[in-house]
């Protein structure tokens, strides 16, 4: 009995002290779970109190009943008056190229109808590839319209019961097409590249042959553009079953097909970067693996996979802005739903390329350093 005891002592030994070699394992193996439940409660925080979704107000009336409205809308909690648009087509025009989520029109005549207690409407243009964002922007319609209703039987004898609120889809989503499937491809990009890292360059160190590889007449660089370019193909594999899969679905993809590579193929470069940085710090597959588990979580809901970063509370917001992949997803959702060209999604590109530009090289000095 004293000797299963000393045995079982010696190899609890052992095992801790193998722990201890690699300090942020052990530091992960203990703190996953608190760090699991803690990156949920970020999250739930970060959509406790919606930023104001940005929209646009053509007024074609110019009554003091289509004034009234615009200020209730400008009061409401859940959109913000970006700009005052003197036509429809200026108001499309603003949806369609991304500064807003939604344009609010009021045709003329809807003061005059109001008064007489007619008909009325107004319409509701969205950008409907961020569905939640548009869904509020309806509803603040509504409600609004609603209010000035309201004010209107208290002063008068209004016997108009409600304002017709028309919506009007700009993206050309079918209603048959899932909303999440453009951050679908992102995340499959991200998860994808992010493995292909593990595969690169930790479990390499693990077997011995990485550092094997460093020592040969080959430059670092070089080293990590061959696994770069390794990437890049599988990458273009995974889009492109995607793609298939979004098709069969009867998704229609508006935009261009060799963008959307283009637009996957740097958000692996990137997230492969990022990979390599961390794979500086990080000794073990094990906790690189568990490290990108603990990412899945919150980057379903910060980098723009379900939504457009405007439905989050502006810390999240702000933190959503700080990720590259939410400038990739935007751009993809750009690209499959509203069927923008390079012009509308150029400062996209241009963030996900500069975040790799920075980030690369320092990945191969640190790597350098620990070799």
Known sequence: ?????????????????????????????????????????????????????????????????????????????????????????????????GKVIGAIVIPEGFGNKIVNSKEAFIVVQ????????????????????????EDYRTERALKLTAVEVVSRPISGRPMTGDLILPGYLGLITILGAFDDAVNAITRER?????????????????????????????????????????????????????????????????????GLMVSTRVRSSSTLTILEIAMTFPLFQLSGAFSGPETLAPGGRAISRMLPWTWGNEALRRIIYLGLGLEGIGLDLIVLSASTIVLLPLATYFSKRTM
């Open 126 to 149: 969205t950008d409907n590839s961020k569905l939640t964002a548009s869904m509020m922007i309806v509803m603040a319609a509504t409600e609004q319209s609603e209010a000035l209703l």
């Open 1 to 97: 009995m004293n000797r299963v005891l000393r045995d079982t002592g010696v190899i609890a030994k052992k095992e801790l002290k193998q722990l201890s070699r690699d300090p942020l394992s052990l530091a992960l193996t203990v703190m996953f779970p608190i760090l699991l439940i803690s990156i949920f409660i970020v999250i739930s925080s970060a959509f406790r109190d919606p930023n104001v979704i940005p929209i646009v107000v053509a007024d074609l009336d110019g009554s003091g009943e289509s004034k009234l409205l615009i200020d209730k809308i400008s009061l409401s909690r859940s959109v913000r008056i970006a700009e005052l648009v003197q036509t429809e087509e200026a108001a499309m025009e603003a949806v369609q190229s």
């Open 206 to 274: 693990e077997r011995g042959t990485f550092p094997r590889l460093a020592l040969t007449p080959m430059n670092l660089l070089s080293i990590y553009g061959g696994k770069m370019f390794a990437t890049l193909v599988t990458n273009g594999l995974r889009t492109t079953f995607v793609l298939i899969i979004f098709i069969l679905q009867g998704l229609v993809i508006r935009g261009s097909i060799p963008l959307i590579y283009l637009t996957t193929s740097l958000m692996a470069i990137f997230t492969l970067s990022f």
